[in-house]
């Protein structure tokens, strides 16, 4: 079936876009949709048929978890295991941003992001269209919409040059506004580890939290 893509600048193209993807997700595909900082390609977090769906078809394997999109900051408290004050003041100074966080997962939930060890990556993008419609359906396993090792999509037509027909529904919002992935910071283990440096800085973290940023940065060993 050829994909579609849904012009989601104009009301008619959003309001058909959302219901499109919305409709693809529940039935367990997945979507492409912009977010703040790079195009991405989502499916419903709980189906793990789709999430097995979405690593296939970005050609990457279960050893780089699925980061998981919320569309407000109360949803993020049923997804972890506690909601730290660490947590808490990071989704209060950053979120929806350009932050995503590393937290113990909630016991039993019924997903299969890959490689977990008991953690999930959680972020809130600041992007009303991605907001919509993951108010509209619930949390999203969300990735960069790229094939591993190819650069991520900050246009509707570049994600669409990699995945073509394999992704039934493409919403496009413009260009992504931020255009650099997200930064991640581990805060599992107790003191707060970037893990990968991006839209939001370490000095920003480091002032957020009273904590030297130079303390936040991995050791080359770590990395």
Not at 24 to 46: E, H, K, M, Q, S
Not at 102 to 116: F, K, R
Not at 127 to 147: D, H, K, R
């Amino acid at each position: 079936m050829p994909a579609t893509t849904y012009d989601c600048l104009t009301p008619d193209g959003r309001a058909q876009g959302i219901a499109a993807a919305a409709e693809a997700l529940r039935g367990g595909d997945v979507v492409v949709l912009p977010t703040d900082t790079v195009y991405g390609i989502g499916a419903d977090a709980f189906n793990n048929a789709a999430v097995a769906k979405l690593l296939a078809t970005k050609k990457r394997g279960p050893d780089m978890p699925v980061p998981v999109l919320v569309g407000s900051w109360t949803t993020i408290q049923g997804l972890v295991r506690e909601f730290s004050d660490t947590a808490k003041t990071l989704v209060e100074a950053f979120w929806p941003g350009g932050l995503s966080i590393i937290v113990p997962e909630a016991p039993s939930l019924p997903w299969n992001l890959g490689d977990t060890r008991g953690t999930v990556l959680l972020r809130m993008p600041n992007q009303p269209l991605a907001l919509e419609l993951l108010q509209e359906v619930g949390p999203m396993a969300v990735s960069s919409a790229n094939i591993s090792g190819h650069p991520p999509a900050v246009k509707i037509h570049e994600a669409r040059q990699q995945f073509g027909n394999a992704v039934p529904v493409y919403l496009d919002g413009g260009e992504a506004t931020i255009g650099q992935a997200s930064t991640i910071v581990d805060i599992s283990s107790g003191h707060p580890v970037i893990m990968r440096e991006g839209a939001i800085s370490p000095e920003r973290i480091g002032e957020v939290l009273g904590v030297d940023p130079e303390s936040m940065r991995r050791t080359p060993r770590e990395q």
